[in-house]
């Protein structure tokens, strides 16, 4: 069956981009466009062949101009040497024509005239009267075209005739490329002194001239011409030829010099590429030479900083140990590894207990060298193989290769052992520090890397269900147990969220000078499946490291509003917990404004707590935010001012409107004068500000009346009211 | 083809001319002036030797009878009207010496004028019964001895004039023919022709005798005659003695005080008679006579005894 025509065509097309180096499916429209494209990819031109066009430009311009001005030249010096020539034939037809004057001898005129047949460039030569009108003599060279020369003019006449001059008046003109037209006159003389008397041969004076007749003749040089039209054409086809020679030459002398230049295309797409372990040749010409050693200073100094980028890229900055992106990578190829070749290894998960007391007891600093030293302790322990990470804030994570799984617990065992026999000195105290260790054996090739840390991470919170420093390898045999508790917080918090399940417990505030408002501080739980509440310590780190904090702040804020919107009282006031990760979401005012707009509340009714310590690491971003939330009348209160470095000087700037004392100065306040001198100061510097103080964490009667006798505005504790999910408006 | 003269050549010719020193021939002793009752007025066309040396002979010779008298370059009607004196000046004879002064002299028609140092007196027909000249050329019967002397081997010798100088021309050629020289004559119009006719006369001539023809001569022409000559071999005798340096054999130049006393003589023979007897022109007895001692050597002449003392290298 013969092909159809669409086919013929498809095979034409398919034809005509193979050989156009195009791709076989562009539509014959679309040829001209892909051309176009292919060569705009091709980039830029190659400098020797950039160098060879220069060279050949300048050449070619030479060239024209060398041969331009030797026509030039050579046709001006072959004018001037006809108007030599013709001044010299002048002269010698003003000798030979003396018998056309003398004599009326029709022999020696023919001589006279025929003596031109010898001369080629003569081809014609007039013997004209006195007058300068009537031909006496005349010689035509035969087969010789002779441009038409106008007759000489009574004007040219009279100005030939002239003999008041020196020299006789000679007229040239040229007609034509190669004919030109010589007239002068011819004189005679005689002495003026008659009989000669005293004549001197020295006397140039003296003398009569008169005209009697004129020469004219035609010198054609059209052969000189056209030999040198000739000569010039093969001189300059020479000329070409040996520039192109020339330019051969020199295409291999510049392919040849700038060849170390094509030599560092090779390592420098290498080094594009993203190789470091390039080496540029530095040897050759000096300017090469220095080329490549600045290349490869440039190299060395990339190579470093890839290197410093890549250790910074994969590593924790504070502890140089493996971050968790790098971490879960490395993990990722093991367990795939395990996964092709067999084997087994245990991750461990390592949560530091109580490290946030560290952090607000002595500060970040203290933190940060107590995780350092962690990481130093853990890096001691470990085999060289081993991967080691610092996971998140008091995170540490460790894979083993090649661990029995029977040996897991006595190695966690010695980990536990290693970190009881850790002191941790800081500002004079002596410190215990202890975490918890959650364990699981990757030996299953059906599972990945995130899959395995779940396990991990729900064996750390079993350990710590379990009481903190110690341990719990993750069992997957144990299914009802794992599906009640090791599901893994992440699932659990994504369920919660999910299901709107959070749990709002609510903790009174008492106005210590008679206010009318009725705080209270609205706290977050979650529903534990055994129908209890589940505290925020069990959930909440989690909750951070999944980067869920932010959606359970929205939740409470939801939830609150909603219940203040119930109560229908615009003195009842919720003071709301809100984490790092709330004011790292976008439209924060919007979001807020929309809520207590449609549930038709004061934004005075809602109080936002922020620890200090964010405070005073995002100073800055938070003044512009609560700046505006603060206009719009919402109110904010730092929660546990004084447990850290609590500085004064912030929130002089810091629109801030409650300060809530750190229960540990509240708890021991009637006890511990300390105590009581920094609350005082706290109060006093609080009310220089227009700053209302909340002291946490009062216990007793005793405390509350010492806080009322030191100007506290509110106070807040188990002795005023525990959290209960129950809201009781009434006053305290 | 050109004769190429070596520049030593050239060098010893010009040296040897330069060395030359003119030599007049001895003249004939000169007869007393007879005492002539009409005064003498001289006339001079202008103050350069050729003129005053003959007047100065004149005056000397005439004593208290002779009045010089210069026209120095006066126009000619200039020099008619200031002899319009002398008209009807019945008492006075006149002598002009050079063109100027003779042609002016023609005005004074009636008066008898001697006139000399005139070449072309034919153009001006400056003769008449009363108006006669002494020829300016030298003695051509010495003329044609010296040479005939010089160089026994020459027979035909060429001279190339102006028009109107049959007469010169038939009595040069009766003196040639009193010597055993044929002189061949050609008439031209002007220096062209004039150089025609000399190359064209080379081939009948040994030599060329040069005729003092300002009209048809000129110093290009000289050049390229003189050139010829030497090229070509010919003897030249020429007016001038300046024209050895060229190449001329030997010079012959007519005598002042010759001139002087011809002129003389006819003023006596013309005493007391209406015209002036004789013919219209008398040629001088008396010539001063160079030999240029170079071209003699070149032409292997062998210079008489009784010349060697005019021989010299000019």
Known sequence: MPPSYARLREQGIAQLNRLRGLPAGIGLRKIPQAIT????????????????????????????LVIAALWFATNLAIENSVRNQGEGWIAKLDELGIPIYATDDAAQLKEAITYLRNFPEIARAQYLDDAGTEIIAEYRRKNSVINEFAPLTDSIIKQLGRTDVEHKTLLFEKVGASQMRVSAPIW????????????????????????????????????????????????????????????????????????????????LTRLANGETDVTVNTSGDKEIARIGSALNTTISALKERDEALRRLANH?????????????????????RIARGGGSGALFFFDLDRFKNINDTYGHAAGDRLLIQIANLLNQRIRDNDLVARFGGDEFTLFTYNVDPKNVPEIAASFIALMREFTFYEAGDMLKIYFSIGITIVDDGGRNSHEYLKEADTAVHQAKAHGRNGFSIFARDTQSSSTETGVGWHERLQEALLKEQSILYYQPLAGLKGQREYIHEVLLRLPDIEQQVISPGAFMSAAERFGLMAEFDVQVIKKAALVLAAQKDPQAVFSVNLSEQFFAKDNIPEFLEEIISAHHIAPGQFIFELSERYIVRNIEKLQAILAVLTQRGFRFAIDDFGAGFSSFNYLKHFPVHFLKIDSALIEHITEDNISRVTVSAIVQVAAELHIQTIAKGVADAAGVDLLRELGVDFAQGNHIGVPSPQLRMAPQ | MSMRWSPMVIF?????????????????????????AMQVVILVSEDIPAYSEVAKALAKRLGQRGKVRYLNGGSQVENIKLLAEYKNDEHKQFVSIGLNASVAAKSLTNRQVVFCQVFNYQDYA????????????????????????????????????????DDVIQTARAAARSHGLTLHHEAVNSDKEYQYAYKQMSSKVQGYWLLPDNRVLSGNMLRDVMTFSVRNGKQVAVFSEELLNLGGLFSTVGDNQDIAQQVLDRLEQAQNKEAIPGPDIVHPDKLNLRINSVMAQRFNLEIPERYKKYANAP
């Open chain 2, 12 to 36: 010893v010719v010009l040296l040897l001319q330069g060395c030359a020193q003119p030599k007049q021939l001895p003249a004939a002793k000169a007869a007393p002036p007879k005492a002539a």
């Open chain 1, 37 to 64: 494209a292919r060569f705009a990819r091709n980039g830029p031109k190659s400098l020797a062949n950039r160098i060879l066009l220069l060279q050949l430009a300048w050449a070619f311009s030479i060239y024209v």
């Open chain 1, 316 to 336: 924790d900055p504070l502890t140089w140990l493996m971050n968790r992106k790098y971490f879960v990578e490395r993990l990722e190829l093991e367990v795939g």
């Open chain 1, 188 to 267: 005679v003389k005689s002495i003026a002194n008659d009989g000669m008397i005293d004549y001197s041969l020295d006397k140039k004076s003296g003398e009569k001239v008169e005209t009697i007749g004129f020469i004219d003749i035609v010198m054609d040089y059209s052969k000189v011409t056209m030999d040198l039209n000739r000569n010039l054409t093969y001189a300059s086809m020479l000329i070409a030829v040996m520039m192109f020679v020339a330019a051969f030459v020199a295409r291999i002398m510049v392919h040849w010099a700038l060849l170390p230049l094509s030599e560092l295309e090779e390592p």
């Open chain 2, 126 to 165: 400056l003769l008449s019964a009363r108006h006669k000249g002494v020829s300016m050329m030298p003695s051509m019967s010495g003329t044609f001895s010296a040479w005939r002397a010089l160089a026994p081997n020459t027979t035909d010798i060429g001279v190339i004039s102006g028009p109107g100088f």
